[in-house]
């Protein structure tokens, strides 16, 4: 019930009156009484005036499982949602809750992250308060060839998400990392469980930095905060139901075509590095070419000086803009 009320006082322009909130949840007026209070307690301002109702004034960003629901408009992505304060890491939380039964389409998303995780071992630095560290559990029909892809189905609809959440430019580095004026904002890990042949859970973690002010020292130069970048504070849930709506809208397509045939466009027109000379940093040598898209299985695109194309498979390399990070 809390989540609906949060949604109604947000999706309503005016008042709303007790007494219609008790006749719409079938509840008392001390039970309504009782969630406003709730809510205030949780830093949601809101009026009371009598003989007009209650009115949302301010949403600070509140990061907490009603205020997810009361804004996610999916059908089935992130529809189950658990929030928890702290946690080791939300991918290895997704991947038990899947094992529990529970369905496609759970999200689990941390206020905090102790262990957070980046590609080949490294972390992901994961702050209180700030930050938003979340993981779609899936347990899709396709085989264990397509579960990569859906790295860049994510990628597509994170960044399609600050940009329309926030209203800033938001690129995609190949295969995993959203920027914003060339720094890093965003990481995907995608990690699948397999048994025999066919997979029994795909888990995609998301880190966004959101309304971080500071970054340690190690990765001041190559990362930067969405409020940073825009010069004020992003509601974090806003920013997540966002981001469910674009993933489910693209993962129905890529399901649909077995690849990434029906996204490949969209995703191309975000990748910052397309058409520009790259270092491909591969643990078998380092080489260079100019990127120009990707397959439609998710392949970076190189040509190289000789005018052949090298398709760069994610699993090992990272890349690297010519004189930088992007
Ligand atoms: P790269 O970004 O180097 O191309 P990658 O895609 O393999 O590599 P990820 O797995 O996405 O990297 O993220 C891990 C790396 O990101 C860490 O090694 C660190 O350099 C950087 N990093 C860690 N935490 C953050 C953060 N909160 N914001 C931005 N960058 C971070």
Not at 271 to 292: F, M, Q, S, T, W
Request: net charge negative.
């Amino acid at each position: 019930m809390k989540a609906k009320i949060l949604a109604l006082l947000r999706s309503s322009e005016g008042y709303i009156s007790g007494q219609e909130l008790c006749e719409r949840f079938g509840v008392s007026r001390t039970a309504v009484w009782k969630v406003m209070n709730q809510l205030k307690e949780e830093g949601y301002e809101i009026e009371a005036v009598q003989n007009k109702g209650y009115r949302l004034v301010h949403t600070p960003d509140v990061l907490s499982e009603s205020e997810l629901k009361s804004r996610m408009r999916t059908g089935w992505a992130g529809r189950n949602v658990h929030f928890l304060k702290e946690t080791g890491s939300t991918n290895a939380d997704a991947v038990r809750f899947l094992e529990e039964g529970e369905a496609h389409g759970t999200l689990v998303v941390a206020d905090r992250q102790t262990a957070g995780r980046g590609r080949r071992g490294r972390s992901w630095e994961s702050p209180s308060g700030a930050s938003v560290y979340m993981t779609l559990a899936l347990k899709p029909e396709f085989g264990p060839g397509q579960a990569s892809m859906l790295t860049l189905v994510m990628a597509l609809a994170v960044s399609e998400a600050i940009s329309s959440v926030c209203g800033l430019k938001a690129g995609i580095k190949w295969p995993n990392d959203i920027v914003v004026n060339r720094k890093k904002v965003c990481g995907i890990l995608t990690e699948m469980n397999m048994e025999a042949d066919y997979i029994r859970s795909v888990v995609i973690g998301v880190g966004i930095n959101v309304n971080q002010k500071v970054f340690p020292e190690e990765i001041r130069d190559t990362a930067t905060s969405l409020s940073i970048e825009k010069g004020e504070e992003i509601s974090r849930a806003e920013l997540i139901a966002s981001v469910m709506a674009h993933f489910e809208r693209h993962y129905e397509q890529f399901v649909q075509d077995q690849n990434l045939s029906g996204i490949k466009q969209a995703y191309e027109e975000g990748l910052v590095n397309r058409n520009r000379k790259v270092r491909v940093l591969d643990p078998k040598g380092e080489y260079e070419g100019i990127a120009e898209g990707i397959t439609d299985t998710g392949e970076l695109m190189v040509r190289m000086d000789d005018g052949s194309i090298a398709e760069v498979y994610a699993g090992e390399v990272s890349v690297r803009g010519y004189y930088g990070y992007v």
